[in-house]
């Protein structure tokens, strides 16, 4: 195959190769240097190319990094017991002043970094006589050079409420190690990922004084709580994401304890409201013999829209699901889970299917799954109510999966609400609302960044990760990011899979502890080996910022001397010639005269060379 506008012969792809093009894939993301860059000597483009010599330079660079992390490997531990001892509960409005601490211990800890820290106050609704100071969010930025790559670490420092009667064998914000398992709240989640970065940083800072890639932080104190003014910070301050390259986020996608789990997808949702009118009042509820009542046809359509097991009653979304391979069911086969377990933790007393272990995490994992959420309007209060709502709106969301889009699967909601308020004879007025939506994101197996990644991970443990694109992660941040800033998305293989927060007895491995350390440094590695793209066309000369790679290295000495002094040496000798007495006096004027008239002259000419013609 020719390419019409090179004239060049493409290679062949590969029959088993797929024709799409996922995002962050190598195919995707060529490097290329925007036409806005006008600098001759661009450190960018004019990089030179990696050698094996250079491969080898870094390779011991990164060993001495470990090294330093298994040295320090105590004062990490240490740092962990600090932050799991603040009670930084988002859920409860007494334990702001602990989540504010423990923000402003990262914040300093950034800080002695040469990190440069923008704090925001985040305004949540309160009542008026609450005096408790706002949560904030941290913006942190470190540039190395220009010539580097930049990720975004989004880490989090709030969790869930624990207590002690919920059968905890210690206190749950208080850090404990027992037979290599470190206990405690937030150990599995983010504080300890939040700490995996820190000490992966200082090991990089204390080894070689500067870091191989440009980083940049976003830490919140409110991510249980759905990261509440997150996202306006995130829309407002869009130049903040304007040079990063990909954002990297801690994940909970291990299904077994032989080998982490890498998932290469996002789960999507569809937020719809079922709105019925009958009336522009509400009226008695002894009056309502004579209308009909909106209430009751809500109930009817939101239904229609499952059957007595839940499952969605409308085919076209099914259809639209991405079918599993059969590596995927093998990865459904090994996963660690106890149906009864599971059931107990709940205190549910049967489940919804009676199948396999794999079928029973497939529906749980791979399949989309519809949620009624309430019905906004009606009485909800405790108590009773004599009122007749003539306006109310049942809510409900989809969970959508990789190739479920947000448009489509609207459409399909709203032929099927239309078809079923036609065929059971509603008499009150329907309108449909999608109240927020965001589609699925799912990236490539063989994504550059998701390269990166996996070279990290198998170095660190040896072997090579499980990759999936259909058991899906739910991480509603990570998607929200994506959603506003478009950016690849880098989810690193943390700690067993968790569905829900309210873990008892929190713990993980240590030895997993200092992996993910050391997976943190080599994911640096790694993406500072990827060649970088000049910004220019996004940042104005983005190619000539100085960071703090330029201000390490030592000044380049010229050897010549552009003066005004040597200028005149150079054309004219300072010594006095054998003249007549008044000859040499006006000699000695003149050259008087020309070293005072030589920077104005210098300025004549060089205004001169670049006067336009």
């Given at each position: 195959m020719i390419?019409?506008?090179t004239?060049?012969?493409?290679p062949?792809?590969s ?10 894939s190598d ?15 661009c ?14 330079r870094?390779?011991?660079m ?7 992390i ?9 740092d962990?017991?600090?932050?799991v001892?603040l ?5 409860d409005?007494?334990?702001i ?5 423990a ?5 300093d ?17 309160r ?14 930025h ?18 869930a ?6 059968g ?13 398992m470190?206990?405690g709240?937030?150990v599995?989640t ?5 700490v995996?970065w ?20 976003i ?10 003014g ?10 903040f ?27 999507g949702?569809a ?5 019925m ?5 509400s ?14 046809d809500v ?15 409308i085919?076209?979304?099914?259809n639209?699901?991405?079918?599993t391979?059969?590596t995927?069911?093998?990865l459904l086969e ?5 149906e ?5 933790q709940?205190?549910i007393r ?19 799954t ?16 004599t009122?007749?709502p ?9 969970k959508?999966?990789?190739d ?25 007025t329907?309108k449909?609302?999608l ?10 197996i063989d994504a ?29 941040i990570a ?9 690849p998305?880098?989810?690193?293989p943390?700690?067993?899979r968790m569905?829900?927060?309210?873990v ?12 993910n350390?050391k997976?943190c ?6 993406l ?13 000369e ?13 000044p ?22 054998n003249k ?19 920077p ?7 205004l ?6």
């Amino acid at each position: 195959m020719i390419d019409p506008k090179t004239h060049v012969r493409l290679p062949r792809r590969s029959k088993r190769s797929s024709s799409r093009v996922y995002p962050g894939s190598d195919e995707e993301l060529k490097v290329s240097h925007p036409e806005a860059c006008r600098c001759e000597h661009c450190l960018i483009k004019n990089r030179p190319k990696w050698t094996d010599e250079d491969n080898l330079r870094a390779s011991a660079m990164h060993r001495q990094v470990d090294a330093a992390i298994e040295k320090n490997f105590d004062e990490a531990l240490a740092d962990l017991e600090d932050f799991v001892r603040l009670k930084s509960v988002s859920a409860d409005v007494e334990c702001i002043t602990e989540s504010l601490k423990a923000m402003c211990m990262y914040r300093d800890r950034l800080e002695r970094m040469r990190f440069t820290i923008y704090e925001y106050s985040i305004n949540i609704p309160r009542a008026i006589c609450d005096t408790s100071p706002h949560p904030k969010v941290i913006f942190a930025h470190y540039f190395s050079s220009p010539t580097k790559n930049t990720v975004l670490v989004y880490a989090y420092l709030d969790v869930a409420p624990a207590k002690f009667e919920d059968g905890w064998l210690s206190e749950p914000f208080e850090f404990y190690m027992n037979d290599d398992m470190l206990y405690g709240r937030g150990v599995s989640t983010g504080k300890g990922m939040a700490v995996c970065w820190l000490q992966a940083i200082e090991a990089w800072l204390e080894q070689h004084g500067d870091l191989p890639i440009n980083i940049k932080f976003i830490v919140e104190i409110m991510h249980a709580v759905g990261s509440v003014g997150l996202q306006h910070y995130i829309e407002v301050k869009r130049e903040f994401f304007q040079d990063v390259d990909c954002i990297v986020f801690g994940n909970n996608s291990w299904i077994n304890d032989e080998r982490p789990m890498m998932s290469c997808s996002l789960t999507g949702w569809a937020h719809f409201g079922l709105e019925m009118r009958g009336g522009a009042k509400s009226i008695e509820a002894a009056s309502g013999g004579l209308v009909y009542e909106p209430m009751t046809d809500v109930c009817t359509l939101m239904n229609s829209l499952v059957d007595n097991l839940h499952v969605i009653q409308i085919p076209a979304i099914q259809n639209l699901v991405r079918p599993t391979a059969v590596t995927e069911w093998t990865l459904l086969e090994s996963a660690i889970f106890s149906e009864y377990a599971y059931k107990d933790q709940f205190g549910i007393r049967r489940l919804r299917y009676e199948l396999t272990k794999a079928e029973l995490l497939h529906n749980r994992w791979c399949q989309g799954t519809m949620t009624m959420h309430g019905i906004e309007g009606c009485f909800s209060r405790k108590g009773t109510c004599t009122a007749l709502p003539m306006s109310v709106m049942g809510k409900f969301s989809i969970k959508l999966l990789p190739d479920q889009m947000v448009n489509l699967v609207q459409t399909h909601v709203e032929e099927f609400l239309h078809t079923q308020y036609e065929d059971l004879k509603i008499r009150t007025t329907l309108k449909i609302h999608l109240l927020d939506a965001c589609d699925p994101y799912s990236w490539g197996i063989d994504a550059r960044y998701s390269k990166a990644l996996v070279r990290s991970i198998s170095r660190v443990y040896q072997m090579e990760p499980d990759l999936s694109m259909n058991i899906v992660t739910c991480l509603p941040i990570a998607s929200t990011f994506h959603k506003i800033t478009g950016k690849p998305i880098i989810l690193i293989p943390y700690a067993q899979r968790m569905d829900y927060s309210h873990v008892v007895n929190e713990s993980i491995p240590k030895q997993c502890f200092l992996r993910n350390i050391k997976v943190c440094t080599g994911l640096m590695l790694e993406l500072s080996l990827l060649p970088a793209r000049c910004k220019c066309d996004v940042i104005f000369e983005y190619c000539n910022r100085r960071g703090i790679a330029e201000m390490l290295k030592p000044p380049v000495q010229s050897t010549q001397k552009h003066s005004v002094f040597s200028h005149m040496r150079r054309t004219k000798s300072m010594k006095p010639l054998n003249k007549h007495p008044e000859e040499h006096e006006t000699s000695k004027r003149k050259r008087l005269k020309d070293w005072l008239c030589a920077p104005f002259r210098r300025h004549r000419n060089s205004l001169h060379i670049f006067s336009p013609k």
